[in-house]
């Protein structure tokens, strides 16, 4: 019984391509996040999503565009995919805010080409 | 700016051995600090935070906010917590989060 996951779970593609990664939790949490791990396993946050609000690291490129049509899903757009785009790609969710523990989905591996 | 550093970007130690991952922050408001773990082919969990003062798999962490450092401890090192630890800063009232690098802590036979 899954808690979080994610699909796909490797995703391969060309440069200037347009992709999704599609993030589930069964949790009922509240709050969502995406993160990015680079080849050097830094994680680095890029979105959390809490009742509509969605807060953007101000780093993040606006190639990147998270969806979310309902409380239990948040999906990573990704428009124009540049060479450093590749990395890993973690979903979370945590029952209010980042205070609380947050559950990750196993992380979806993006090579662009 | 918020961030966490974490020196040691690999630590090697026999079994049995104590060990200590050192975590440090900086952070002007109150912090929220966290310790997370991946282990091999598993996803990335919550070990501890601070505010719990619990000991988790004979793991400790004490928030030293004069040295703003959240080290990570135990006694009697064992192989199966080979992995990769983090550590992380929970900031604005949870509106933000910040990993450390990480460490890898490989448990020698």
């Known amino acids: 019984d899954t808690a979080v996951s994610q699909t796909p779970k490797y995703l391969v593609t060309q440069m200037g391509n347009d992709k999704s990664i599609k993030c589930e939790q069964n949790l009922g949490h509240d709050t969502m996040y995406w993160y990015k791990q680079d080849s050097k396993k830094f994680l680095k946050i890029m979105f959390s999503y809490n009742n509509k609000e969605l807060i953007i690291n101000e780093t993040v490129p606006n190639r990147f565009s998270p969806k979310s049509p309902d409380k239990a899903h948040l999906n990573l757009h990704i428009n124009s995919l540049e060479l450093g785009d590749s990395a890993v790609y973690f979903c979370a969710s945590s029952l209010r805010g980042s205070a609380d523990e947050q559950f990750f989905g196993p992380g979806t591996r993006l090579t662009v080409l | 700016a918020q961030r966490v550093t974490q020196p040691e970007k690999l630590l090697s130690v026999f079994k049995g051995a104590p060990v200590e991952l050192k975590c440090n922050y900086s952070y002007s408001g109150s912090p929220e600090l966290f310790w997370y773990v991946q282990y091999s082919r598993q996803r990335l969990q919550l070990l501890l935070r601070?505010?719990s003062r619990e000991s988790i798999k004979g793991f400790t962490a004490d928030l030293n906010k004069g040295e703003t450092s959240f080290h990570l401890k135990k006694p009697f090192a064992q192989e199966e917590d080979s992995a990769m630890y983090y550590c992380a800063l929970g900031v604005d009232y949870g509106q933000n989060f910040v990993f450390g690098p990480g460490t890898r802590l490989s448990v020698l036979p």
């Open positions: 601070h505010i």
